[in-house]
């Protein structure tokens, strides 16, 4: 019985970041000597224990052979004659496909060492295309790398093009798509997710109400880059600089895809694109089986956006509906995220993105101001039902328009 560490572990020692968590590939071994050992069974598909004292995870060495369509149809084959090489070609990139004994010796037969030095993500072999789920982690792998400018290997890339026009892609399913994405959303570039699953072909089966955005122009004076779906992707990277939250970032990459749809002889302008986008969310949120809090901030955002960029010629009275539409009154927390997004959309242009952005100011003292109205005291003076609602309006929108000035 040998261990060796294997995968993310290895890759990120190497990139000199910190390891967190620590996989084990066992070889020369079967689960009844795992047991008593007195590690612990808990894979269910294939034999996975976990340490009797360190509580990490050990995988027997096994092969994999494809058994029917999508990213399930594996039969694995664990047993001790398993070599690590044999278990380490199943792996899909040559970066994640380097082991170590735990003397510290690196075991790398696929060149990811090489790969990892010259910045690239490279298919270890062609079973790679058996696994639609693949091409979501390369994307994702190239966002969380984006900061060393790793680049797919033009055989990769040409590997997942044939994959999706096969039809591979399409076995996905919604869940998975939705965890693959919302980890890329994570990450420090996601944008870089996107692009890449873009230059396969992959967006426009998964995310066509994204993929159609890119070649559709802007108005200039407004939009330095011109390019929609280039809009989008700097303001999901500009999302994920001001905030952590990947509601945020799903907000900004969905707000505006009413855009996608404008009629061509209406280019490049796009009146009444939020109301147009916000079935497209719905749409692609129920499509992907999105949290309903992701979905909701999407909505808003897709729907008020532009409230926000005017927010500074809004009338009182207007101020104090778009408040209300937003639950700002009872969800100041969501509000916030709201003018992150929203934020994000301002800074998301060619040559804005260190511009003073007033909006967001103008929009927290409205609430502030309209929010220290007591409507408790409405009551003592009489006032009831509608009368005290009434009221209330009338008094905050008088405190908006003070704090106006």
Known sequence: MKAYLVGGCVRDRLLGLSVKDRDWVVVGTTPSEMLTQGFRQVGKDFPVFLHPETHEEYALARTERKTAPGYTGFEFHAA???????????????????????????????????????????????AFAEDPVRILRVARFAARFAQWDFTVAPETRALMREMVESGEVDALVPERVWQETNCALAEAKPSRFFEVLRECGALARLFPEVDRLFGVPQPREHHPEVDSGVHVMLVVDQAARLSEET??????????????ITPREEWPRHI???????????????????????????????R???????????????MLKTLQALDAFRRPERFELFLLACEADARGRTGWEQRDIPEGRIMRNALQAAAAVDGAALAAEGLSGKAIAARLAELRTQAIAAAAR
């Open 272 to 302: 009444d694109h939020e109301e147009r986008g916000v079935p497209l969310v719905e749409a692609l949120c129920e499509r992907l089986k999105v949290p309903n809090e992701y979905r909701d901030l999407g909505i808003l955002v897709t």
């Open 304 to 318: 008020y956006h532009l409230h926000y960029f005017r927010a500074a010629e809004l009338r009182p009275g207007t």
């Open 247 to 260: 509601a945020v970032r799903f907000a900004a990459l969905v707000h505006d895809l009413g855009k996608g």
């Open 80 to 126: 001790p004659d398993v070599s690590l090489e044999d278990d380490l070609q199943r792996r899909d990139l040559t970066v994640n496909a380097m082991a170590e004994t735990p003397e510290g010796e690196l075991v790398d037969p696929y060149g990811g060492l090489d790969d990892l030095t010259h910045r690239v993500l490279r298919h270890v072999s062609p």
